[in-house]
């Protein structure tokens, strides 16, 4: 069975571009998550899908946003990107709410 | 609010037992779990505990969990050189209503084994 699936695993943008990543679950998991990780925050939770459906919110500004498709793959996207953006995004997918969580390989964005 | 807080560092020598230990705070987290981190890559779910159990064991993997201190640990036997990593704790708090939960980190202790 394939893991969750990131692509692209390595980008590099300018500030005030926008970025768009995608991320494919394990086959049979309907619930996507979004996390961001960098060396001074650490990882922290962006958004949550459920069958096309965002749930859940974590405290970032508008600029991030994000979709889930009806097949359960999901993109985030950012906008007006900012240097402070730079980090390693990670998805994340389960059956359900909340039990095994399993992260893909994650998508490493560089804002110049 | 949720914190999750662990050691940042821990050095144990090729065939030692490592315990790496995590605080949280949230009492109504239902699962709680530990990922493995190695340099450049994603995170690897090692294991996980629901919250009513006190110990799970899996092949060199023991978890311990003090619910009434919201104490969490993680026992690696017969450390090997490849469990050279950071490793993250990670509660699961559901979004009321929504069903819907999130993962809330801790910074990571990175573990190295000396040979």
């Known amino acids: 069975k394939a893991g969750v699936t990131q692509t692209p695993r390595y980008l590099i943008k300018t500030r005030g571009q926008q970025v768009t990543l995608s991320c494919s679950p394990i086959?049979?998991?309907?619930?996507v998550s979004w996390y961001q990780q960098t060396p001074g925050q650490g990882l922290q939770f962006l958004f949550e899908?459920?069958?096309?459906?965002?749930?859940n919110k974590g405290n970032f500004p508008g600029r991030f946003s994000g979709r889930q498709f009806s097949n359960s793959r999901s993109e985030m996207n950012v906008s007006t990107l900012e240097l402070g953006d730079s980090a390693l995004y990670l998805c994340?997918?389960?059956?359900?709410?909340?039990?095994?969580?399993?992260f893909g390989e994650g998508s490493w964005l560089t804002v110049v | 609010g949720e914190d999750v807080e662990q050691s940042l560092f821990l050095s144990v020598r090729e065939g030692d037992s490592s315990v790496i230990n995590c605080t949280y705070t949230?009492?109504?987290?239902?699962?709680l779990y530990w990922y493995k981190q190695e340099p450049g890559a994603g995170l690897q779910l090692l294991t996980y505990?629901?919250?009513?159990?006190d110990m799970k064991q899996d092949q060199r993997l023991t978890v311990l969990l003090n619910k009434k201190d919201k104490h969490l640990s993680l026992r690696i036997a017969d450390t090997q050189t490849g469990d050279s990593a950071i490793y993250f704790c990670?509660?699961?708090?559901?979004?009321?209503?929504?069903?819907?939960?999130?993962?809330?980190f801790g910074k990571g202790t990175k573990l190295s084994v000396i040979p």
């Open positions: 994340a997918s389960s059956q359900e709410t909340g039990n095994t969580i399993y």
């Open positions: 086959s049979g998991h309907r619930s």
């Open positions: 899908y459920f069958s096309e459906t965002q749930r």
């Open positions: 949230d009492s109504s987290s239902t699962y």
């Open positions: 505990i629901f919250s009513n159990m």
């Open positions: 990670a509660e699961s708090i559901g979004y009321s209503g929504a069903g819907s939960y999130q993962l809330t």
